[in-house]
Every structure is written in C-alpha cells, then in structure tokens.
C-alpha cells in the first residue's frame, strides 16, 4: 500500500493590530526659523536695519563742508552790506553823473594828399565837471575819439585825474589827422563843407568813473558825445555844439 502524505498544517496568520484613533502620532515637521539672511533678502527690512545701523553710529561732518558753509555766509553778509549801502547812498545823496562839454575848439588844417587820403589838425577843449556836493570821482579811463560823418579819423587818451565836489576841470586836447582813408563821398562831402565853411565833427568819449564817498566807492562807464560845426580852417572856431553825457 502507497503511503498517504501527512496532512498540511494550517499557516498561522498574522496578527493585525488595530491601532485605536487616540493613538495616531502626527509627526511635527521641525520648525523653520528665520534667520537674519532671510530678512535681509527683504528690501524693506534691509533699509530698516541700515538705518538703525546709522542711527546707532552717526557720522562726523567733515570739516572742509563746514568751512565752505562759513565762506559761503560770510560772503552772502558782505553782499547785503553792500546792497543796502549802495541803496542808502542813491536814496538819500542822489549821486549825479559827471558831465563832458567842450566849449572851445580849433580846427588848424584839413588837406589831402590823395583822393583818398586825409590829413588833419584839430584841437579842443574838454571841460570835465563834477556836479556832485558830497562825492569825489575819479577819472580812471579817459579815451577820446574824433569822427567825420561816423568814420574814425583820431583817437587820444587823457592820463587819470580827480575830481572834488562840484569842481570842474579844463583838459587842451590835440588830435591829428595822418594819411586816414576816406572814401570817395566823404572825402568830396569833407571838401564841400571845407568850400562852404562849415566843417562838421563828432566827439566821442568812453570815461571810466570811480566815485568815493568816505570807505564805500563804486565803479562805473560813462559815455560823453558831442556834435560840432565849426569853421574851415586855418582859423576855424566853434559855431555850434550838442553835448550829452550818459551812462
């Protein structure tokens, strides 16, 4: 007879425990904490802690920037000073404006060498006057220019001088005329009024005025211009005259 097998042992089964519900263990992720890097990636907060870093650690102001503040005051002071001085002087002295005239003239000698070219010899008397009661001037710059019909024909410059108030003075000035260039009309126009004895010029003077007034004194340019009609040489002598001074 076959022998049978022995018989197959049931296989213990597993377990299962159930875990009850009030035994779930929720695992806690660790916590993130902020760090200084992450606030300062923030540009808000960087600004903040930049400022309280300077709050906490404040500069010195350098001094150069000190001293240009101090110049630049002290300028500022001297410029008012100056501006209300200046105002006070016109508001209450009204400064007046030396005057040019010319109350003489002499005109020697008018002739050409060529058509073109002119030679002359002509002598005035410049009458500076100081109209002023309680301001010196001074004259600093005198230039004198001779015209013909607005064609420069003599320049002459006066040395500097003083004036007191309400003081006049008398200055001779001699200007000649050596080969000047004409051109055609002017020099037949100059040789018309030679024939017709009438002889037109026109004096133009550029001053340079300092005026003084115990320790304020200001600077400043004055234009004189006189138109004459004269005589013709070799005797001529002033018929008429238009003077003006102005600034």
Not at 30 to 39: C, E, L, R, S, W
Not at 184 to 195: D, H
Not at 220 to 246: A, F, I, N
Request: one cysteine or more; a positive charge.
């Amino acid at each position: 007879m076959l022998a049978l097998p022995p018989p197959l042992s049931p296989q213990p089964q597993k377990e299962t425990m159930s875990t009850p519900l009030q035994q779930i263990v929720i695992s806690k992720q660790p916590m993130i904490q902020n760090t200084p890097a992450q606030y300062t990636e923030n540009p808000a907060t960087r600004k903040l802690m930049k400022q309280q870093t300077l709050l906490r650690q404040p500069r010195r102001t350098n001094p150069m920037v000190w001293c240009c503040a101090i110049v630049c005051l002290i300028f500022s002071l001297l410029l008012i000073f100056f501006g209300i001085a200046t105002l006070i002087i016109f508001l209450v002295i009204k400064p007046k404006t030396p005057l040019f005239d010319i109350p003489g003239v002499s005109l020697s000698s008018i002739y050409f060498d060529s058509p073109e070219n002119f030679n002359g010899d002509f002598t005035f008397l410049a009458n500076f006057s100081n109209p002023n009661r309680k301001i010196d001037v001074r004259f600093e710059y005198v230039y004198i220019e001779l015209y013909f019909s607005d064609r420069l024909i003599g320049t002459q410059t006066l040395p500097p001088f003083t004036q007191r108030q309400r003081e006049s003075r008398l200055e001779t000035v001699h200007l000649i005329s050596s080969l000047v260039s004409l051109p055609n009309n002017l020099g037949l126009e100059l040789r018309r009024q030679v024939q017709i004895n009438r002889v037109a010029y026109d004096i133009r003077g550029t001053f340079r005025v300092r005026a003084n007034l115990g320790l304020i004194h200001f600077s400043y340019w004055l234009h004189g211009r006189c138109q004459l009609e004269m005589t013709g040489p070799p005797t001529g002598v002033l018929v008429t005259r238009s003077c003006r001074t102005k600034r």
